[in-house]
């Protein structure tokens, strides 16, 4: 992880709330730009765009890190409400919300030596921006419309439970420099983004 974005993710845990929200914003928009960057052909699709509530889509930036630093960044924004994550799925996670619909996902392995995708993600990158999330009216159907007028594959390949009582499934979509985007499409669980407020 860069240096810049390395301060950042211990700025979370900071006990100053503008520290802390300050950190949000810059992780939040260097997530959401590498998103916007890999998905700027998806708009082209009326259809799609609609699922996605285009042309100002809810978008959250999920941010693996470590156990230890779960905690700290959990506790000194007020220890919000763990997701309901399905066991298969070995992970813990929190959402943080912030001012103009800044949203960020915590989440860490709870086996840290464990085979599952947070683990995974840690063992390989450290810590960092592991997915960026794209609220959906329909996550089947898109899946479909990517599927097909895209050639995008899916991870799953059917639409799974995901956190928190959500519908979800997963891209790894390349962005026009080469990188790659793991793109999550989740419908339902998630709070409306007009009731978002900045944790103190």
């Known amino acids: 992880m860069s240096s810049p974005l390395a301060s950042a993710f211990a700025g979370l845990a900071s006990p ?7 950190a949000a914003r810059q992780i939040y928009g260097e997530g959401r730009a590498a998103a916007e960057r890999a998905v700027e052909t998806w708009w082209s699709n009326l259809e799609l765009g ?5 042309p100002d889509p809810a978008v959250t930036v999920g941010l693996a890190v470590a156990p230890g630093a779960f905690r700290a960044i959990r506790e000194a924004n007020g220890s919000p409400c763990l997701a309901d994550v399905p066991p298969d799925q070995d992970a ?19 086996d840290p030596a464990g085979s599952g995708a947070i683990a995974r993600y840690l063992a390989r990158f450290g810590e960092g921006i592991q997915q960026v999330e794209f ?7 898109a899946t479909q419309i990517l599927r097909e007028a895209f050639q ?4 799953y390949p059917a639409t799974r439970a995901g956190a928190g009582s959500t519908r979800i499934n997963f891209f790894l979509v390349a962005a026009p420099d080469g990188s790659k985007v793991l793109i999550e499409l989740y419908e339902g669980g998630h709070s409306s983004p007009r009731e978002w407020l900045i944790p103190r």
């Open 50 to 54: 609609s699922l996605l509530f285009a």
């Open 152 to 155: 995008l594959t899916p991870v």
């Open 16 to 22: 100053d709330a503008l520290v802390r929200e300050a």
């Open 92 to 110: 813990q996670e929190f959402e943080l919300h912030f001012l103009d619909r800044v949203a960020l996902d915590v989440l860490t392995a709870k």
């Open 135 to 141: 609220r959906c009216r329909n996550v089947d159907r």
